[in-house]
């Protein structure tokens, strides 16, 4: 059994004992019967997520916005889009998150603005504006950078206006503001406060490793032949400086406020930096972890890897499977619900603040978006599919949702789940209460058992008290050494739970058990 203890806190602030559910506003919960969710939906439906258990809610994006990237293009970063609602609705969401407990964080897009923004108009007019500066312009393309979309684009567009080409790492229609300009630091910080006055708990930072760049630097000539975008390449030192900057802000506030980054670096090690040294971000989102295939000896290694690099800084780890831009996980793991309940007793019970998106809970896939109805420039429509609240053919929606449903709506939807006891959605509510009593699996020592089959199996531990997770992943039985004192707390499967625990761990499914 190799040890690897995490660092353990004995009293931890609200994003790491907590739970994150990502709602993705638009297909979460329509008030108004325009087909698209709203903050007023959201509000609406808070009963459930306080049935669920969770304790945090990262929203993404609500602000004005073309929707030319369904809110990640910002035009206005101190209002809230009209078809999500208005700036009353908003503080009357984050009075009713805090009446019940709830922290609320908001999507903070710092990389670019739309093209749309009253800065970029004022930007493109000519070279010599106050704003000429605060987009990155140049005469030429100064780098072999690609876009991330639409796929195989150079990151670079002409403006016929300046005459001059501007910097753009995702859509044309997404400028990238250019950091290197304080006013524009300043004008993004003026942005976080006008949220923090408003009393939210933190942001998620979209792309948040791009504030700093390197215009010089090319990117591999193997990777721009394979089409990668320059995103996963970008990771230089300024950044670290300006990370400070953001988190000064957030420090001047009273009430814990925080963030999470999205780090999109492929690379642990390279993740890591990000937090500084306790003063950059407080989490950072582990890509390499949620890319890791559905595999014991994968995961393990993966895990390992993550505290190994966070271990030293003394930084808090974060564990995500799936979000508005990726299949989802139970799809990508081969489209059992079995794994989807192993994958969901994993997420929570690793050491770090776990992040759920909306929908996992009932163990969606994927909806099928026939071509009539593609609407992202990335094919990411099916994995931002509405949420099904009931069993009906609107399926809770007041109106036609902007998307399809997924197809299995029918069955896997809030409304009948709920009612059924050992459905996936009440495996997630028993994994959250459970979470939420024993601190052990929120600041416990880790410890992972080494083994070499298709086992994943770990303890958290404070003091005397022992939990075991061990998830078998194989289509065989297998046995876990086990102290004779073990009862099973919680399992994917049907199991006694008067019964002492014999270490016989059934195929494909997953367990906690305690003990001391
Ligand atoms: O995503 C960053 C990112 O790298 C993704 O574009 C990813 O490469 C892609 O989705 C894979 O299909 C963030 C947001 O999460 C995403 O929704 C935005 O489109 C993007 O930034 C631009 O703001």
């Known amino acids: 059994m190799e040890r690897s203890d995490s660092h353990s806190t004995e009293s931890p602030n609200w994003w790491q004992s907590g739970v994150v559910y990502q709602i993705y506003p638009r297909s979460f919960a329509d008030s108004n019967g325009d087909g698209v969710g709203d903050l007023q939906g959201i509000r609406s439906r808070l ?26 293009d910002v035009s206005d970063y101190c209002d809230i889009d009209p078809v999500f609602g208005t700036l009353a609705d908003m503080d009357a969401l984050i009075a009713d998150c805090h009446a019940r407990g709830i922290r609320l964080m908001l999507d903070w897009v710092p990389n670019h603005s739309s093209s749309d923004h009253p800065w970029f108009v004022e930007s493109r007019r000519d070279r010599t504006n106050p704003k000429a500066d605060w987009y990155v312009w140049r005469d030429e393309p100064v780098n072999n950078w690609l876009a991330a979309f639409p796929a195989g684009d150079r990151a670079w567009s002409f ?61 591999p000539d193997t990777a721009v032949e394979r089409g990668y975008s320059h995103v996963t390449f970008n990771d230089v030192p300024v950044t670290h400086e300006r990370l400070r ?12 406020r925080a963030c999470v980054g999205e780090v999109y670096l492929l690379d642990e090690a390279r993740m890591a930096e990000y937090y500084g040294h306790g003063d950059e971000l407080q989490l950072s989102f582990n890509f390499s972890f949620l890319w890791a295939e559905w595999d014991a000896a994968i995961l393990r290694a993966k895990v390992l890897a993550t505290l190994n690099h966070l271990r030293p800084r003394n930084a808090w780890p974060t564990w995500v499977l799936s979000n508005h831009d990726v299949t989802r996980h139970r799809q990508r793991y081969g489209g059992s619900e079995a794994v989807a309940r192993m994958a ?27 071509p009539d109805r593609v609407v992202d420039v990335d094919g990411r429509d099916g994995c931002r599919a509405p949420l099904p609240w009931t069993p009906t053919p609107d399926h809770g929606w007041p109106h036609d949702p902007w998307l399809p449903f997924v197809a299995a709506a029918d069955e896997c939807n809030v409304a009948t789940l709920r009612e059924r006891p050992g459905s996936v959605l009440h495996l997630y509510r028993d994994l959250l209460r459970l979470r939420h009593e024993h601190p052990e699996l929120q600041i416990g020592e880790f410890t992972m058992i080494e083994r070499d089959d298709n086992v994943l199996a770990y303890e958290r531990s404070l003091g005397d008290r022992i939990f075991t997770i061990a998830l078998n992943l194989s289509d065989s039985p297998s046995r876990l050494e086990i102290a004779s004192d073990h009862r099973v707390l919680l399992a994917t499967v049907p199991f006694d739970p008067s019964m002492p625990f014999d270490g016989m761990l059934p195929p494909q499914s997953a367990l906690i058990s305690t003990g001391t």
């Open 344 to 370: 969901a007793v994993m997420l929570l019970t690793l050491p770090g603040t776990p992040f759920l998106y909306m929908g996992e809970e009932l163990g969606l896939v994927d909806a099928e978006v026939p």
């Open 159 to 219: 403006d016929p206006g300046r005459e001059q080409w501007y910097l753009r790492c995702f859509l044309p229609e997404q400028p990238d503001l250019n950091w290197d300009n304080p006013d524009v630091e300043a004008a993004m910080h003026e942005t976080l406060r006008f949220w923090l006055d408003r009393g939210v708990d933190g942001f998620r930072m979209d792309v948040v490793h791009l504030i700093g760049k390197q215009l010089d630097a090319n990117d």
């Open 47 to 72: 009963d459930y997520l306080e049935w669920l258990g969770v304790h945090v809610l990262w929203l993404s994006p609500v602000f004005r916005s073309p929707m030319r990237d369904f809110g990640y």
């Open 245 to 256: 900057g953001i988190r000064r802000v957030l420090d001047s506030y009273a009430g814990d």
